[in-house]
């Protein structure tokens, strides 16, 4: 797929995905290039169609984009469980397993995937995959980096922690925390990893998302329209 196709593929999961919200509804809104469509599609409806809704942000960078869009924001304090969730994902495998993490979003958009009653997971049809064998990313507290580097290694990974651009030194998430990126080539038990990464002490999260299958629904974007995909 070239790059302009790509983008249309984008802008058709994301429309559609906007296409899901209901008068009332409090929506998390996740990062990325795709979710920026979702947001942009929502803006009009609000003001073509009197919606009244609210976002709940994963990041400085989804905050900014609906403040230009017109989506009043709120947040999890405010609304611990939300109606729907729109987001982006690296990979997605058949059993709509997710790595997610690129934008060094993953803590908050996990925390948004956990409250949402239904999640909308909009991706181009690269972001299809047979095996999860992404870099899965973690964050990591600052204070921890290098013990947590270890156990990473330990667990089969090559931990490489994610250098700014723009930025000299580590990439600083929008939590104050440190990105470390884990290769884990093909990953076998995406589920079982995900619970080892969880249990080390100073690794806050991680990007493999492998327990939300039943409320996820996969919109891929394709250069006209786009295919649904759910387990239920
Ligand atoms: O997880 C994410 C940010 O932390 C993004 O949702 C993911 O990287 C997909 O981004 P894009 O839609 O730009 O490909």
Same mark, same amino acid.
């Given at each position: 797929?070239?790059?302009?196709?790509?983008?249309?593929?984008?802008?058709?999961?994301?429309?559609?995905?906007?296409?899901?919200?209901?008068?009332?509804?409090?929506?998390?809104?996740?990062?990325?290039?795709?979710?920026?469509?979702?947001?942009?599609?929502?803006?009009?409806?609000?003001?073509?169609?009197?919606?009244?809704?609210?976002?709940?942000?994963?990041?400085?960078?989804?905050?900014?984009?609906?403040?230009?869009?017109?989506?009043?924001?709120?947040?999890?304090?405010?609304?611990?469980?939300?109606?729907?969730?729109?987001?982006?994902?690296?990979?997605?495998?058949?059993?709509?397993?997710?790595? +997610?993490?690129?934008?060094?979003?993953?803590?908050?958009?996990?925390?948004?995937?956990?409250?949402?009653?239904?999640?909308?997971?909009?991706?181009?049809?690269? +972001?299809?995959?047979?095996?999860?064998?992404?870099?899965?990313?973690?964050?990591?507290?600052?204070?921890?980096?290098?013990?947590?580097?270890?156990?990473?290694?330990?667990?089969?990974?090559?931990?490489?922690?994610?250098?700014?651009?723009?930025?000299?030194?580590?990439?600083?998430?929008?939590?104050?925390?440190?990105?470390?990126?884990?290769?884990? +080539?093909?990953?076998?038990?995406?589920?079982?990893?995900?619970?080892?990464?969880?249990?080390?002490?100073?690794?806050?999260?991680?990007?493999?998302?492998?327990?939300?299958?039943?409320?996820?629904?996969?919109?891929?974007?394709?250069?006209?329209?786009?295919?649904?995909?759910?387990?239920?």
């Amino acid at each position: 797929m070239h790059a302009a196709e790509q983008v249309e593929a984008k802008r058709n999961a994301g429309y559609r995905a906007a296409e899901e919200v209901r008068d009332g509804m409090v929506v998390g809104l996740g990062t990325g290039s795709t979710v920026f469509f979702a947001m942009e599609r929502l803006g009009e409806r609000i003001i073509r169609e009197g919606l009244c809704v609210a976002g709940v942000p994963t990041s400085y960078q989804a905050a900014i984009r609906a403040r230009r869009y017109g989506i009043p924001l709120t947040s999890l304090d405010e609304h611990p469980e939300l109606d729907i969730a729109i987001d982006g994902a690296d990979q997605v495998d058949p059993a709509l397993r997710l790595i +997610k993490g690129r934008g060094a979003a993953l803590l908050r958009e996990k925390c948004v995937c956990d409250a949402a009653r239904s999640v909308f997971i909009v991706v181009d049809p690269s +972001k299809m995959v047979d095996t999860l064998n992404a870099p899965v990313p973690v964050e990591v507290l600052p204070f921890a980096v290098e013990a947590v580097s270890r156990r990473l290694a330990a667990l089969g990974a090559d931990p490489v922690l994610r250098e700014g651009v723009k930025k000299d030194g580590p990439v600083v998430t929008d939590n104050g925390n440190f990105i470390i990126d884990c290769d884990f +080539k093909a990953i076998a038990e995406p589920g079982r990893l995900e619970a080892e990464i969880a249990s080390i002490p100073g690794a806050l999260e991680c990007g493999l998302f492998c327990g939300y299958m039943e409320k996820i629904t996969v919109i891929v974007g394709e250069e006209k329209g786009c295919r649904i995909v759910s387990l239920h």
